[in-house]
């Protein structure tokens, strides 16, 4: 019997006298379906479904660790409401959901009637059935203000796909392709899709060729076959460079440009014009140009390829440019949703859980918040602006603030501006498992079940159109409610609950599901639906202003920027007095601010650090394993020191920066390791309104 | 019939799911690690190596931890050669730990005994040997795999498992480094 066998778990559930039921994990955004094993409401194991391509079986250190969360004693157990002064750090009072709802609708309605329902804006991080907030705050309140977390993610990487191929999220179809070049993509190392690694190291084993560009020896990195260790901030120069080559060596895909591709032969001028050569970029990115002739040469002649980013070329004020300029790589290479390519995946025909009638719709007067503060190719909100909003009413008043399983006091930068928010705003309510930094500065705080503890249907993260079911599996912590009922109590306050008219959420299951080729009975028995993979949608034509892969972007065009790629310095250049690059890298068994309070996790890593290389460590006399402080023009922090040869010298690598040094969430996490973001200034992308989490110059010392 | 572990380093990206399955299935807690995956570095910049091992009892030929026990609370099961301690016996003196070479033995706090991989054997949530172990069937990119000597040495890198198994070889680790034979040697 091997780890594929369809009958294992139930042989497993046996064993452990438990019974298994079909879910997905909700633990990071990928989502892996899981087989989970309960006896006596408790979460006795945890395994993947064997059968759903997302990850064959396999989990990730903190999928099966998450048990834990369902049943961690510092949850937040009841609805909670602020006795003090706002800005001061939180104090609460317990209440009751009728109290809690009656407060919020209360709140709702004056805020819409004395500022219009524009000022009230949802972010999330983990988006657990948000799009129940959005038919109640958008839908039927009026707000256009409904948003995630994407700035603080990969928002560059997002806007690049959707002004390129207009895709929102291309996948990576790793296993058939023979030449894999990843720009600060750490897919190995943080969060992951587990069928992507798996495929990644399945191809690797057949002989696919590996690049890793990265001022990090990443986990990913490491498994290359050759890594890149680039000046931080300067993929786009190199990407450019090697397009350089590629065009001028001709070794594109001549038929492929000429018919799937916008702006070919302007963007062949644009590159001469400006001197785009690898002469040109081998002193900015510290890479020989030999070395970058060879890489675009290897690139372009080994196929099927793949040029990704994630992360890594974004976090600076020049990360949309060096996006697209990845992403071309594969254009003229012919190389975009072929096997072994980027995927423009198609995703499922879920529909929404509740139907809204038209007549009932509220449309907003007030465009969206990001395309009132000049970002209208943000593909979420700047969130890095939201400040602006809040306190000073540019581009116009936000009063309400819904945080939805979701931490900015610790997720963005710029620390302090992010608390001094909180005093503006006449409704902030936080919506989440832990009294965490943010909630300490709500007015409200709304315990949400886990995702143990509730159902979710939506759409799965994989190569092929997917819909993935999460179940409950245990009783609710406390008095905790899942999302589906909080909005329904809201809007009954409000006068709307006729338009949630479900009981239990099979009722909102059956209509979600109504498209999908599968009952909800059979989604609750398999855990998944799996449409069919599909390859090849250059030429059906793209959903881009020409149709086409737009290496001329119409969007910037619109915009008023240059259509083509350019490159220019990152924002933030180290000087004599703070000499070193921060950069940024997560870890593989924590995820993003949400795990620290297991103790599970916090077993295998307990804390962050900082790496520096070994020439920049005898230059500052920081020692391996001791603790240091890092100032920033801004603020110093004191943290863990490691001492590495994986890494450009002139860089310094923090580790999972804000995801430790909590001063809330419980009692495991509080107080281990360091929180970096207020050593960054506000340093927005002009583009995309990423948040540029490595626009930052600092220098180091022991700590004494 | 000796079983062990297969393990490939190429593959293991330290995710450290092994891990937490090897605790969350055999109920271990919070304190000794069964399994541990441990990053081996070398190199100096710009050429660096790294190389991660998933690393667990070995379930030893000639085990030194039962040579060391005082009470003779290791034994070694003849019928699949796994190394497995009786905790009714066991002191706690901690004697297995300074004898085996890989820090395998560890000690609980909680109950003053020594514990350690038991190959998914814990009494009550035994896994049969047919089926694979929590650390293998959790593994994203399958780098670990359990079973007979005699299968593992079938399945891939069979040289290196026949010649680390081999029938006269005494001591032989139950464990089988799927690897390059020189580190870090592509």
Redesign the interface.
């Known amino acids: 019997?091997?780890?594929m066998d369809r009958n294992?778990g139930e042989?497993?559930a046996e064993?452990?006298g438990a019974k298994m039921i079909k879910s997905f994990c909700y633990t990071c955004p990928w989502q892996c379906p899981t087989e989970v094993f309960v006896r006596d409401d408790k979460i006795?194991?945890?395994?993947?479904n064997p059968e759903a391509p997302n990850?064959i079986?396999?989990?990730?250190?903190k999928?099966?660790?998450s048990?834990y969360v369902s049943k961690d004693p510092d949850r937040l157990k009841y609805p909670m409401l602020r006795t003090n002064a706002k800005g001061e750090p939180g104090q609460f009072k317990r209440i009751s959901w009728d109290e809690a709802f009656e407060f919020i609708a209360k709140k709702l309605k004056e805020i819409a009637d004395h500022w219009g329902p524009e000022s009230v804006a949802l972010t999330c991080h983990h988006d657990p059935n948000t799009v129940f907030y959005h038919h109640l705050l958008k839908d039927l309140y009026g707000s256009p203000n409904m948003y995630a977390h994407t700035s603080g993610c990969e928002q560059d990487r997002r806007s690049a796909c959707l002004d390129l191929f207009g895709h929102v999220f291309p996948m990576h179809d790793f296993a058939n392709s023979k030449y894999v070049m990843l720009w600060g993509m750490n897919n190995?190392?943080a969060n992951?899709g587990?069928w992507e690694?798996?495929a990644l190291?399945?191809a690797?084993?057949k002989g696919c060729r590996l690049v890793v560009i990265d001022p990090n020896?990443t986990?990913t990195a490491?498994?290359a076959?050759e890594?890149v260790?680039i000046q931080p901030g300067t993929d786009g120069a190199l990407a450019l460079a090697m397009c350089k080559t590629i065009i001028d060596e001709k070794l594109y895909d001549e038929a492929f440009v000429s018919s799937h591709c916008e702006g070919f032969t302007g963007f062949q001028d644009h590159l001469s014009e400006k001197g785009y050569t690898p002469e040109w970029a081998e002193d900015i990115c510290g890479i020989d140009a030999e070395r970058i002739k060879r890489l675009a040469r290897e690139f372009a002649t080994t196929k099927p390829s793949m040029s990704a980013i994630f992360k890594g070329s974004g976090y600076y004020t020049n990360g949309h440019d060096a996006g697209r300029a990845c992403y071309i790589l594969d254009a003229i290479c012919g190389e975009v949703d072929k096997p072994g390519n980027i995927n423009l995946k198609d995703w499922a025909p879920l529909g929404a859980p509740v139907n809204i009638p038209e007549t009932a719709i509220k449309q907003p007067e007030k465009e969206p918040l990001h395309v009132a503060m000049g970002y209208p190719l943000a593909p979420d909100l700047p969130n890095s602006r939201l400040p602006d909003a809040v306190i000073n009413g540019h581009p116009y008043p936000i009063k309400a603030w819904f945080v939805h399983a979701s931490n900015p006091v610790m997720s963005d930068p710029n620390r302090e501006r992010v608390q001094e928010m909180f005093k503006n705003l006449e409704l902030a309510v936080s919506l989440e498992l832990y009294m965490s930094e943010t909630s300490l500065e709500c007015d409200i705080v709304l315990p949400e079940t886990s995702f143990h503890e509730q159902a979710e249907i939506r759409q799965g993260m994989w190569l092929g159109p997917e819909v993935i079911l999460c179940q409950p599996v245990v009783e609710p912590v406390g008095e905790a409610k899942p999302a589906y009922e909080i909005v329904k109590g809201i809007a009954q306050k409000m006068g709307w609950g006729h338009h949630f008219p479900y009981e239990k959420w099979e009722d909102w299951g059956e209509v979600a599901m109504k498209d999908i080729p599968m009952t909800l009975g059979e989604l609750k028995e398999k855990g998944f639906w799996a449409g069919e993979v599909r390859y090849n949608r250059v030429p059906e034509g793209l959903p881009t202003a020409s149709g086409k892969i737009e290496i001329y972007s119409k969007n910037y065009e619109n915009a008023g920027l240059n259509p083509y790629p350019e490159y220019t310095d990152r924002t933030v250049i180290p000087d004599d007095e703070y000499p070193l690059q921060v950069t940024h890298s997560k870890l593989?068994?924590h995820c993003n601010i949400v795990t620290q309070n297991n103790?599970?996790?916090m077993?295998?890593?307990g804390e962050n650090w900082v790496e520096i290389?070994?020439?920049d460590a005898a230059k500052y006399g920081i020692r391996d394993g001791e603790r240091c402080i890092i100032e920033s023009p801004k603020d110093n922090i004191e943290i863990l020191a490691k001492v590495?040869?994986?890494?450009?010298?002139g860089c310094i690598s923090i580790r999972h920066g804000h995801g430790f040094g909590h001063w809330a969430m419980g009692s495991t996490a509080k107080g281990k390791g360091a929180h970096s973001n207020n050593l960054m200034d506000t340093h927005t992308n002009p583009v995309t309104g990423a948040n540029c989490y490595n626009e930052c110059k600092v220098r180091i010392r022991q700590a004494i | 019939m000796q079983h062990g572990f297969y393990f490939d380093h190429?593959?293991c990206?330290?995710?450290?799911?092994c891990?937490?399955?090897c605790?969350?299935?055999n109920e271990v807690e919070?304190?000794p690690?069964w399994r541990e995956v441990v990053k081996i570095?070398s190199?100096?910049?710009?050429n660096?190596?790294?190389m991660?091992v998933s690393m667990a009892c070995m379930h030893c030929g000639d085990a030194p931890c039962r040579n060391a026990c005082p009470v003779s609370a290791i034994t070694k099961r003849a019928d699949d050669g796994l190394v497995v301690v009786d905790q009714n016996t066991c002191i706690g003196c901690g004697f297995c730990s300074w004898a085996c070479p890989f820090n395998a033995p560890q000690l609980s706090a909680q109950a003053g005994k020594m514990e350690k991989c038991n190959f998914c054997q814990t009494p009550g949530?035994?896994?049969?040997l047919?089926?694979?172990r929590a650390c293998?069937?959790?593994?994203?990119?399958?780098a670990i795999k359990s079973g007979s000597m005699a299968d593992l040495s079938n399945q891939g890198r069979e040289r290196a498992a026949e010649r680390l198994s081999g029938a006269d070889m005494r001591g032989f680790p139950g464990i089988v480094v799927g690897a390059q034979e020189q580190f870090g040697g592509?």
């Open positions: 019997m091997n780890v294992l042989r497993l064993i452990k006795v194991y945890q395994k993947g990850n079986g396999s989990r990730c250190a999928g099966m660790a048990w190995l190392g992951q587990l690694s798996r190291m399945e690797k084993a020896f986990e490491q498994k076959d890594w260790p593989s068994m103790p599970y996790l077993e295998v890593c290389n070994s020439i590495v040869e994986g890494l450009v010298p | 190429k593959r990206v330290k995710c450290h799911a891990e937490i399955a605790k969350t299935w919070i304190g690690r570095e190199g100096t910049f710009p660096v190596k790294s991660n949530k035994e896994r049969p047919d089926m694979p293998e069937e959790i593994c994203p990119t399958g592509d």
